[in-house]
């Protein structure tokens, strides 16, 4: 199944797919934020760090066999122009254990050396054990920042994580 999947960008007109990926990660967003349902595919869209432009954002569309089944999310030149920030990476959870978070990792990297970075960034929260496993094992190391997430119900520490392109 992990080898026919494809990234494809997409634009706000496709709000409502990626709404349906986030509705159908609830653990995640129980992890993150103590609420089943937080995720909001307008943020995904529209939400931007200081100093960015909606040029800088990217969202890529998960696809299994033209099946929608993640979403990735990146921001070109956050937090400084020679990084590419992983904002989001989630699964829908009946297609998760099947290899394609890291098949879609790999070819999230594969999109990003069309940009000149040095490396990838993201945020990883310690409430998600899930990611935390999962980011070591894609090549990413703590880097030394955190901050705290006041999620809906539920505080975290969030780990930024790096790995050179």
């Not at 080898?3 to 496709?14: A, E, G, M």
């Amino acid at each position: 199944m992990k080898n026919s999947i494809i990234l494809r960008k997409i634009c706000s007109q496709d709000q409502a797919i990626v709404q349906a990926i986030l509705d159908a990660a609830p653990s995640y967003y129980m992890k993150i934020d103590g609420v089943p349902n937080a995720g909001s595919a307008k943020n995904v869209f529209e939400d931007l760090p200081p100093h960015c432009t909606a040029d800088s954002k990217h969202v890529l569309l998960i696809e299994n066999e033209s099946i929608p089944v993640g979403v990735v999310e990146i921001i070109i030149g956050y937090p400084n122009s020679k990084v590419a920030w992983i904002g989001l990476l989630v699964i829908d959870e009946k297609f998760q254990g099947m290899g394609l978070g890291k098949a879609s990792y790999d070819l999230t990297e594969e999109y990003l050396h069309q940009f000149a970075v040095d490396s990838i960034q993201l945020g990883v929260n310690d409430t998600n054990g899930v990611g935390m496993a999962f980011w070591p094992k894609m090549g990413f190391k703590m880097q030394g920042r955190t901050r705290i997430n006041q999620g809906i119900k539920v505080t975290s520490t969030v780990y930024v994580m790096e790995k050179p392109t």
